[in-house]
T-cell receptor, first 113, second 110 residues
Framework: NAGVMQNPRHLVRRRGQEARLRCSPM?????VYWYRQLPEEGLKFMVY????????ESGMPKERFSAEFPKEGPSILRIQQVVRGDSAAYFC???????????FGAGTRLSVL | RKEVEQDPGPFNVPEGATVAFNCTYS??????FFWYRQDCRKEPKLLMS???SGNEDGRFTAQLNRASQYISLLIRDSKLSDSATYLC???????????FGEGTQLTVNP
């Protein structure tokens, strides 16, 4: 039973490019969460999605960031026109229900040159 | 005031020592409470949930005091493999987000 799968594990982008981070939740989980960990900081909530719906995006920066969780396929966190300040580890978590324990993927480390 | 505050650490202890971590949270209506551990900034892994009645899992004991909005983690007979950053985590009332403390780094020395 595979856990939460994230890819790529490492992503290097130049300023102004787009970054796409993918997350496949644990089997049987329909709730997906994205968190960001900036260097030397704690994890911060970004967005909570269920299939085809964004439930809570209060932690998402207002511009350049978007997330989706389509009916088929993984959840995608998309960052347009990346800047150096976007360099961070992006973790995805999933749960079976809204109040259930969240399990984390190994993360995607984004480096913006 | 931060939503979840932890001892800043770092803690350096010898093998076999007992170490305690403290955490406070600001939202009195928070739903659920957890301790996660994070190794070398890899993914957080659930260590244990925390209940008002207190709960124990082997060498680990967690306590929750809702009146004081205080959470603790006690590690007895610490092992080298316990070296990690320990994260105090709160599930908010909306049930949609985990709020993490900054973490307390523990190093267990031989």
């Amino acid at each position: 039973n595979a856990g939460v799968m994230q890819n790529p594990r490492h992503l290097v982008r130049r300023r102004g490019q787009e970054a796409r981070l993918r997350c496949s939740p644990m089997k049987g989980h329909s709730h997906v969460y994205w968190y960001r960990q900036l260097p030397e900081e704690g994890l911060k909530f970004m967005v909570y999605l269920q299939k085809e719906n964004i439930i809570d995006e209060s932690g998402m920066p207002k511009e350049r960031f978007s997330a989706e969780f389509p009916k088929e396929g993984p959840s995608i966190l998309r960052i347009q026109q990346v800047v150096r300040g976007d360099s961070a580890a992006y973790f995805c978590a999933s749960s079976a229900d809204r109040l259930d324990i969240q399990y984390f993927g190994a993360g995607t480390r984004l480096s913006v040159l | 005031r931060k939503e979840v505050e932890q001892d800043p650490g770092p803690f350096n202890v010898p093998e076999g020592a007992t170490v305690a971590f403290n955490c406070t949270y600001s939202n009195s209506a928070s739903q659920s409470f957890f301790w996660y551990r994070q190794d070398c900034r890899k993914e957080p892994k659930l260590l244990m949930s925390v209940y008002s009645s207190g709960n124990e899992d082997g060498r680990f004991t967690a306590q929750l005091n809702r009146a004081s909005q205080y959470i603790s983690l006690l590690i007895r007979d610490s092992k080298l493999s316990d070296s990690a950053t320990y994260l105090c985590v709160v599930l908010e009332t909306s049930g949609s987000r985990l709020t993490f403390g900054e973490g307390t780094q523990l190093t267990v020395n031989p």
